[in-house]
C-alpha cells in the first residue's frame, strides 16, 4: 500500500528492503522476515540498519499483499519517513515495484533482503563509497572453502579463485537500476544479476560474516551467537500499590474485572500496568511514572494506564531496546486472578508488542496477612528484561 511521497531533506540514497518472500524453512509458520531474532523480528532489524544510517534517507519496505498485519505488528517507529507497498509475484517484480514507490530526489538505492538483520555500518558505508565511481556496487565475501562437485560422493573440484559469497545491500545509481530492470526478461538471482545483463558495471564491497542471510532454523542461532558479543541486557523491577475504595470493578492489566469494590488512585489505578510501566522506566534508567506523569498535573485524573505503559515501551524502543521478557506478580486474596490470567497475558503482550511467550501473570495471597490479607488494596512486583543488540 503506497503512502503519500513524504518530503524529506538530502540525503539522496535510499534503502529498498525486498520482504515479499514466503521463506517458511526456518519454522514458526511465519515468513522468515516476520519471525523474532532476540527480541525484535528479523525485518524490523533489517530497517533499524539503515533507519540508523546517516547517510540514508528514506526507506521503502516491499512486503507481500497478504503480510499487512504481520508488516503492522513488525514495523517500529523510525527516524525516516517507511513507504510500504507490495511487491509482486517474482523478487524482479518486487523490486520494480519498490524502485516505482521510491520518493522523489532519490539518487542511488540500496537494495536489501529482509532476511539479512545483522548488516553493519561498515557494509553499506562500503556499497556507498564505491557508488562514487561505479553504477553499482555490492559487498561479497571471497569463498574460502575447498569447492567440490558430486552428489553422494565427489566427482570433481572447483578452483575457488575470484569466487565471492554475494551478500546485499546491492547498490546503484537509481536510473541505472531502473533502466536495467524496465529491460530485463525476469528470473535473476539478484540485482547485481539484473544490472550486470544491462551492461552496468558493478564493484565488489566488503562483505561481512555477520551480514549472513536467515534461511534456516540454524541461521537463526548462529545470528543470535553473533549479536550476543556486545549485548546490553538490562533488568528492571516494579512495585506498586492501590488501596481498595468504592466502586463495581478494578482495572488489572488492561482489563474490566467486576469486583465489589474498586481501587483509587489519580489514574484508573490499574496497579499491573503502573508496576510493569515503573520496571520498564528503572530498566532504562529513566525514572519512574510519577517522573513522566506527575500526580499533580490533572490531565492524568482518571486516564487510562495503558497511556503509561505504551510511554515507557515506545521509550525503549527510541533507545534501541526490544523488551524480551516480563513477568509480573499480582499479590490479592480477592478478585481472583487464575480465571483472568490468559486473557491479561494477551492484553499485556498487546501493550508490550511482543508474543505471548514472553509474558507471565501470577498471582499469590499473603495467607491473609497484611494489607492484602485483610483486603485493603492489591500490591504488584514486576521485572522485565530489555535487550539492545
Ligand atoms: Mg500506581
Same mark, same amino acid.
Given at each position: 500500500m503506497?503512502?503519500t511521497?513524504?518530503?524529506f531533506?538530502?540525503?539522496?540514497?535510499?534503502?529498498l528492503i525486498?520482504?515479499?518472500?514466503?521463506?517458511?524453512?526456518?519454522?514458526?509458520?511465519?515468513?522468515?522476515?516476520?519471525?523474532?531474532?532476540?527480541?525484535?523480528?528479523?525485518?524490523?532489524?533489517?530497517?533499524?540498519?539503515?533507519?540508523?544510517?546517516?547517510?540514508?534517507?528514506a526507506?521503502?519496505?516491499?512486503?507481500?499483499?497478504?503480510?499487512?498485519?504481520l508488516?503492522?505488528?513488525a514495523?517500529?517507529?523510525t527516524?525516516?519517513?517507511?513507504?510500504?507497498?507490495?511487491?509482486?509475484a517474482?523478487?524482479?517484480?518486487?523490486?520494480?515495484?519498490?524502485l516505482?514507490?521510491?520518493?522523489?530526489?532519490?539518487e542511488?538505492?540500496?537494495?536489501h533482503?529482509?532476511?539479512?538483520?545483522?548488516?553493519?555500518?561498515?557494509?553499506?558505508?562500503?556499497?556507498?563509497?564505491?557508488?562514487?565511481?561505479?553504477?553499482?556496487?555490492?559487498p561479497a565475501?571471497?569463498?574460502?572453502? @575447498?569447492?567440490?562437485? +558430486? %552428489?553422494?560422493?565427489?566427482?570433481?573440484?572447483?578452483?575457488?579463485? *575470484? $569466487?565471492?559469497? /554475494?551478500? !546485499? =545491500?546491492q547498490?546503484?545509481?537509481?536510473?541505472?537500476?531502473?533502466?536495467?530492470?524496465? @529491460?530485463?526478461?525476469? +528470473? %535473476?538471482?539478484?540485482?547485481?544479476?539484473?544490472?550486470?545483463?544491462? *551492461? $552496468?558495471?558493478v /564493484?565488489? !564491497? =566488503?562483505?561481512?560474516?555477520?551480514?549472513?542471510?536467515?534461511?534456516?532454523?540454524?541461521?537463526?542461532?548462529?545470528?543470535?551467537?553473533?549479536?550476543?558479543?556486545?549485548?546490553?541486557?538490562?533488568? *528492571?523491577?516494579?512495585?506498586?500499590?492501590?488501596?481498595?475504595?468504592?466502586?463495581?470493578?478494578?482495572?488489572?492489566?488492561?482489563l474490566?474485572?467486576?469486583?465489589?469494590?474498586?481501587?483509587?488512585?489519580?489514574?484508573?489505578?490499574?496497579?499491573?500496568?503502573?508496576?510493569?510501566?515503573?520496571?520498564?522506566?528503572?530498566?532504562?534508567?529513566?525514572?519512574d511514572?510519577?517522573?513522566?506523569?506527575?500526580?499533580?498535573?490533572?490531565?492524568?485524573?482518571?486516564?487510562?494506564?495503558?497511556?503509561?505503559?505504551?510511554?515507557?515501551?515506545?521509550?525503549?524502543?527510541?533507545?534501541?531496546?526490544?523488551?524480551?521478557?516480563?513477568?509480573?506478580?499480582?499479590?490479592?486474596?480477592?478478585?481472583?486472578?487464575?480465571?483472568?490470567?490468559?486473557?491479561?497475558?494477551?492484553?499485556?503482550?498487546?501493550l508490550?508488542?511482543?508474543?505471548?511467550?514472553?509474558?507471565?501473570v501470577?498471582?499469590?495471597?499473603?495467607?491473609?496477612?497484611?494489607?492484602?490479607?485483610?483486603?485493603?488494596?492489591?500490591?504488584?512486583?514486576?521485572?522485565?528484561?530489555?535487550?539492545?543488540?
Amino acid at each position: 500500500m503506497s503512502e503519500t511521497r513524504p518530503e524529506f531533506p538530502r540525503p539522496t540514497a535510499a534503502a529498498l528492503i525486498v520482504a515479499g518472500g514466503r521463506g517458511l524453512r526456518a519454522g514458526a509458520g511465519i515468513p522468515k522476515q516476520y519471525r523474532d531474532l532476540a527480541g525484535l523480528p528479523v525485518i524490523a532489524r533489517a530497517i533499524a540498519a539503515f533507519d540508523a544510517h546517516p547517510s540514508i534517507g528514506a526507506l521503502v519496505v516491499v512486503r507481500h499483499a497478504d503480510d499487512a498485519p504481520l508488516f503492522a505488528q513488525a514495523r517500529r517507529a523510525t527516524r525516516l519517513p517507511l513507504i510500504e507497498t507490495i511487491g509482486g509475484a517474482t523478487r524482479d517484480a518486487s523490486v520494480r515495484a519498490g524502485l516505482a514507490a521510491l520518493p522523489e530526489g532519490i539518487e542511488t538505492v540500496l537494495i536489501h533482503d529482509a532476511a539479512r538483520p545483522l548488516v553493519s555500518a561498515a557494509v553499506i558505508d562500503g556499497v556507498l563509497a564505491a557508488l562514487e565511481t561505479h553504477d553499482g556496487a555490492a559487498p561479497a565475501l571471497p569463498v574460502t572453502d @575447498a569447492l567440490w562437485r +558430486g %552428489a553422494g560422493t565427489v566427482t570433481g573440484t572447483q578452483a575457488r579463485d *575470484g $569466487l565471492w559469497r /554475494a551478500q !546485499t =545491500p546491492q547498490g546503484f545509481r537509481l536510473g541505472a537500476i531502473r533502466a536495467a530492470h524496465a @529491460a530485463h526478461q525476469g +528470473g %535473476a538471482a539478484d540485482d547485481v544479476e539484473v544490472a550486470r545483463a544491462h *551492461g $552496468l558495471t558493478v /564493484a565488489i !564491497t =566488503p562483505g561481512d560474516e555477520a551480514n549472513l542471510k536467515l534461511t534456516t532454523a540454524a541461521d537463526f542461532d548462529r545470528a543470535r551467537r553473533l549479536m550476543e558479543a556486545d549485548m546490553d541486557v538490562r533488568t *528492571g523491577n516494579g512495585f506498586d500499590v492501590h488501596r481498595f475504595g468504592p466502586g463495581d470493578h478494578v482495572m488489572l492489566c488492561g482489563l474490566k474485572l467486576p469486583h465489589e469494590r474498586g481501587l483509587q488512585g489519580h489514574s484508573d489505578a490499574d496497579v499491573g500496568l503502573h508496576t510493569l510501566t515503573d520496571a520498564i522506566y528503572g530498566a532504562l534508567c529513566e525514572g519512574d511514572i510519577g517522573t513522566h506523569f506527575p500526580p499533580s498535573d490533572p490531565q492524568w485524573k482518571g486516564a487510562e494506564s495503558h497511556i503509561f505503559l505504551t510511554h515507557a515501551v515506545e521509550m525503549a524502543q527510541a533507545q534501541g531496546f526490544a523488551l524480551t521478557h516480563a513477568d509480573l506478580t499480582l499479590i490479592c486474596e480477592r478478585p481472583k486472578i487464575g480465571p483472568h490470567a490468559a486473557a491479561m497475558r494477551a492484553r499485556l503482550a498487546e501493550l508490550l508488542r511482543v508474543e505471548v511467550g514472553r509474558v507471565s501473570v501470577k498471582a499469590t495471597t499473603t495467607e491473609r496477612l497484611g494489607f492484602p490479607g485483610r483486603e485493603e488494596g492489591i500490591a504488584a512486583l514486576a521485572t522485565v528484561t530489555l535487550v539492545k543488540s
